[in-house]
């Protein structure tokens, strides 16, 4: 309430000012209580209980006096209660409007003028920063771009249309200083990614990267909440294993530096870095016909490419009791949608930002995603779409596409059945596709880990894989029905030499075992594609990878 204006009849109707006379009081009386002087006056109760109950009932009658939007606030100063502290989302939304608080955040822009100062403050719980207003008296030399603030005022309604409040202080104090100068971030400049990659430490401070990273968060909640409605049960599969999962050979080594020689293991074993928690899924699945798992994964892969990085986060799922590659497309798609939905649904502000001044454009094709079925090829059907492509690729096996009736003979050289597809075919095939995701199942058997189960569709043996490919970044998914028949499952290990690691393996199919199948998606990538981030480097906190590990 402004001093010497008369107050105004209660709009709301006495139920509401009641409630709120009645949470004054409450405050009131645990205040009372923390000072000892104890409950209300009762029979027989001490002369000092009988003044605190009149003092109380005179409180009452005050406090119903008061206007609901004015009193509240009046009645903390009343009370000598402390300034409510919000965060800057929890102001913007008004619900605190005539209230005293405190704001506590980073000075985004510091405006000087010749009646008040203009603060913009932000704590990074929403993209859009808080106005301070401040009389000249406030004004400190240290409050400059980048400085760390504590903010005491009243909160009030915004005479401006683009912002709903405003903070009007009463005091300002720097908790941390910042010299623009050296601070390696410029209030009026852009930074590019390249240059922002060179601060680890800093760059979580910029619009961009903090917008990152709460887009990252609800990303990671909206995973969960998916898994959750759907039945699956979360599983904490370890870091530390003895398995090579993807039969790569790209493995971090476990080893303490005390170790006398390399026999000499601290687990008895070599030990590892997860590349995948896929196998241990498998055990639960055993158990639990839905499990995933969602954690960071690790390649040793001396890569510097755009779309690789040491330590990455994996989203892993498996399903038992399956009956085709349907079961796994279906979950993939509706994560894939349900994910990207709550993205749109409670961070539309920070998608903004990317798709007006990060990715300018990419919205358009994200829509396109959003509205299109996600179609589904064979690994045949891909490898004859790039053989009748006139474009030249990188990385071809130099097989020509073979003339047909209708298709003449092509010069560039097309992938030939057998190979593994390269980045630029998946980015071709989506494109091919309409520039939506797309699935690409049944891949030669001899690409495939010892798990992916056997077509036995002779003469082109495949496999019962499938890759999701999606625009701008290749394979996102990938996933297999698992080979759950003991007899072609052991003649495969013992083809490779691996029946005597994998026994304990076998024993999941001896034992009980269902018909089951799993995928993983990698968790950087689906940001990659959802924000139209070119290089992976830019969608993840502190970037490993080959020559590279800051901090």
């Known amino acids: 309430m402004v001093a010497g204006r008369t107050p105004e009849v209660n709009p709301a109707g006495p ?45 009452r009658a005050a406090l119903t006096s008061l206007t609901p ?48 100062l203009f603060l913009d403050i932000n704590d990074g719980s929403c993209r859009q920063s808080l106005q301070v207003v401040a009389g000249p008296q406030l ?43 050296d ?62 999962c993807e039969g790569a050979g ?37 158990a639990f016909s839905r499990v995933y798992t969602f954690g960071p994964t690790f390649r040793a ?74 179609p589904v090829i064979s690994y045949s059907e891909a490898v004859d779409i790039l053989g009748r492509s006139a474009r030249p690729f990188s990385f071809p096996t130099h097989v020509r596409a073979p003339a047909s009736p209708g298709h003449p003979q092509l010069t560039s050289c097309s992938p030939q059945w057998g190979c593994d597809l390269q980045t630029e075919h998946e980015r071709f095939l989506v494109q091919h596709c309409g520039g939506v995701p797309v699935f690409v199942t049944d891949y030669p058997y001899d690409l495939k880990p010892f798990y992916a189960r056997d077509n036995q569709d002779a003469p082109r043996r495949t496999a019962a894989a499938v890759d999701l490919l999606v625009p701008g970044v290749g394979e996102l998914c990938g996933g297999s029905l698992r080979e759950e028949r003991l007899d072609l499952l052991q003649a495969r290990l013992e083809g490779a030499g691996l029946h005597h690691t994998y026994d304990w393996y076998l024993d999941l199919r001896r034992f009980g075992s269902a018909p089951h199948g799993g995928f993983g998606m990698g968790f950087e990538r689906y940001l990659q594609c959802v924000l139209g981030v070119d290089n992976i480097k830019d969608v993840t906190p502190f970037p490993r990878h080959a020559r590279s590990c800051l901090l």
């Open 250 to 286: 790209e493995l971090f080594q476990v080893q303490p530096p005390c170790a006398e020689s390399e026999d000499d293991h601290f687990f008895s074993v070599p030990t590892f870095l997860t590349v995948s928690g896929q196998l241990h899924l498998e055990v639960m699945s055993g």
């Open 301 to 374: 892969e001396n890569s510097q490419s755009r779309r690789h990085l040491a330590e990455f986060y994996m989203v892993e799922a498996e399903l038992a009791f399956t009956r085709s590659l349907k079961d796994l497309t279906q979950v993939m798609e509706l994560l894939f949608r349900r994910t990207t939905e709550q993205l749109l649904a409670r961070c539309d502000a920070d998608l903004d930002l990317f798709h007006r001044h990060v990715t300018p454009g990419h919205q358009l094709a994200l829509d396109r995603m959003m509205k299109s079925e996600f």
């Open 69 to 116: 939007r004015g009193g509240l606030a009046q009645a903390r100063r009343l009370c000598g209660a402390a300034p409510a502290e919000l965060r800057v989302r929890e102001a913007l939304s008004g619900a605190e409007v005539g209230a005293r608080v405190q704001i506590q955040g980073w000075v985004r822009s510091a405006r000087a003028q010749k009646a008040n």
């Open 139 to 181: 004004h400190d030399p240290s409050l400059t771009f980048g400085c760390a603030v504590e903010v005491t005022g009243l909160l009030k309604r915004s005479p401006h249309p683009k912002q709903p409040v405003e903070l009007e202080a009463e005091e300002v104090r720097v908790v941390g200083q910042c010299d623009p100068v």
């Open 15 to 59: 139920c509401q000012h009641n409630v709120k006379v009645k949470r004054v009081e409450r405050r009131w009386n645990r205040r009372a209580a923390s000072r000892s002087l104890g409950p209300p006056a009762a029979a027989g109760a001490s002369p000092v209980c009988g003044v605190l109950a009149a003092s109380r009932a005179m409180f």
């Open 183 to 244: 601070f390696p971030f410029k209030i009026k400049e852009r930074h590019g990614p390249e240059y922002l990659r060179q601060f680890p430490h800093l760059r979580c401070r910029t619009n961009v990267f903090s917008a990152l990273l709460r887009l990252r968060s609800e990303a990671s909640s909206a995973i969960h909440s998916f898994f959750r409605d759907s039945g699956f049960l979360q599983i904490h599969t370890p870091i530390i294993t003895s398995n090579d």
